[in-house]
């Protein structure tokens, strides 16, 4: 059963980004993933995700290689012929727009992504992986995208226990620890991080909108 990867790319993104701010180029990615959703396929199976570097990722069910760049041609003229507000001015936006599918180009969902990675000629540098501690699903998600903005990869708990439970599979650089959590608070959590051998080093930046506690 064949399926289809197509990433669609916001050339120059980082000079828009250091033009508008990170406020602008979210705004731009939430236009774009909009007019993705409606210009792709409404259909059950069809997936846009954001990604980092300005790519949002369209992943498409029984979709083989002809079709997918079909869809791609449809993509790249529905959004060049636009536009957008960005940082409060209009621009146009180019795109890059690569694409790789199942089982034509890879034998797996990684090998796809490896290939659309190197068709996209993103360098091979391991991204900063980041933990969000957050009981708030809003707050982890804003802090998330934004710091994907900024190239980061970001994992997320909603709770301490969740946290440990994720520390113990996968390791991380720096962690983002709310300090008012029910069941496990950032402070209990932060002194059984440094308590353990693997984490103990891990830099912990306290999150917290108040408090008087050290």
């Known amino acids: 059963r064949a399926f289809s990867i197509l990433v669609v790319a916001v050339e120059d993104f980082e000079a828009l980004k250091a033009q508008t701010g990170v406020d602008g180029v979210a705004q731009l990615l939430k236009a774009l993933e909009l007019d993705l959703k409606q210009t792709v396929r409404r259909r059950a199976g069809d997936v846009v995700v954001r990604w980092q570097h300005g790519e ?28 957008y507000a960005v940082g409060g001015s209009a621009c146009r936006v180019n795109l890059r727009v690569t694409s790789a599918t199942y089982p034509e180009d890879a034998s797996d969902p990684e090998g796809l992504l490896r290939i659309v990675e190197e068709r996209l000629g993103h360098p091979a540098i391991p991204a900063l992986r980041l933990l969000v501690v957050d009981d708030e699903p809003k707050a982890r998600q804003i802090l998330k995208e934004m710091l994907e903005l900024h190239g980061m990869e970001v994992v997320t708990a909603a709770s301490g226990p969740e946290a440990l439970e994720l520390l113990k599979a996968q390791a991380v650089q720096v962690i983002l620890l709310d300090v008012a959590m029910p069941v496990m608070d950032g402070y209990q959590l932060y002194h059984l991080l440094k308590e353990h051998p693997t984490t103990k080093d891990v830099p912990v930046i306290m999150v917290t909108g108040g408090g008087d506690r050290p």
């Open 56 to 83: 949002l990722i369209v992943i498409m069910a029984d979709v083989d290689r002809a079709g997918c760049r079909a869809i791609a041609d449809r993509v790249r003229s529905a959004v060049e012929r636009r536009t």
